[in-house]
Every structure is written in C-alpha cells, then in structure tokens.
Nanobody, 115 residues
Framework: QVQLVESGGGLVQPGGSLRLSCAASGFPFTNYAMKWSRQAPGKERELVAVVTPIQTTNYAPSVEGRFTISRDNAKNTVYLQMNNLNSGDTAVYYC?????????WGQGTQVTVSS
C-alpha cells in the first residue's frame, strides 16, 4: 500500500527557510507525479507544488519564486525547499500522489512561521 511519510517541519522566524522531505513507498515512485499541499486552520487545503516524473514543476502563485519542489528517484523521496517564509505559510504540509484512481496523502508535518 502507498505510504508517504513527511518530515522537516517546525517553528521558523519570518524570512527563514525550511526543507520538507517525504519518503514514499508502496508504488512505482519514478512513474508518478508527486505533490505538496497545505492546510491552514479554518482554510481549505491548497495545492502548493507538483513535480512530474521528468522533473517539470508547477507552483501555486502564493509560493512561486520562494518554494522549490524536487525529487530524488534513487531515494524515493520528494522535497519542498521553502525560503523567505511568512506567517501566511503557517499550515500543515502534506505530501501526496495520485495512484490507482485515488489521492493518497501522508500524515502531514506542521510548519509554523512566527517571531
């Protein structure tokens, strides 16, 4: 079965950086697009970034130029480098994959941006 395990969240000051990681298993990782989404309290989940099997990427306008999604197919891992963080980036971040007709998500990792 699909397993997605996020890590790397935490508390960071405005303007700081964090790097999230997501270890994936249970499906042929190299063949599937991977994505990160986030959900802040009281808000709908927002798709943040997507990376395809051939490393093309797409970003939400709210993070374009600040976040970078990447993948290491040898390690079955996807990353989200987040720079110049602000309070609006505070949320639980989830790693996901659309596999066998279903959206699969990890348990999430909390990112809090505060001074």
């Amino acid at each position: 079965q699909v397993q997605l395990v996020e890590s790397g969240g935490g508390l960071v000051q405005p303007g700081g950086s964090l790097r999230l990681s997501c270890a994936a298993s249970g499906f042929p990782f190299t063949n599937y697009a991977m994505k990160w989404s986030r959900q802040a309290p009281g808000k709908e989940r927002e798709l943040v970034a997507v990376v395809t099997p051939i490393q093309t990427t797409n970003y939400a306008p709210s993070v374009e130029g600040r976040f970078t999604i990447s993948r290491d197919n040898a390690k079955n891992t996807v990353y989200l480098q987040m720079n110049n963080l602000n309070s609006g980036d505070t949320a639980v971040y989830y790693c996901g994959v659309w596999y066998w007709g279903a959206d699969n998500w990890g348990q999430g990792t909390q990112v809090t941006v505060s001074s």
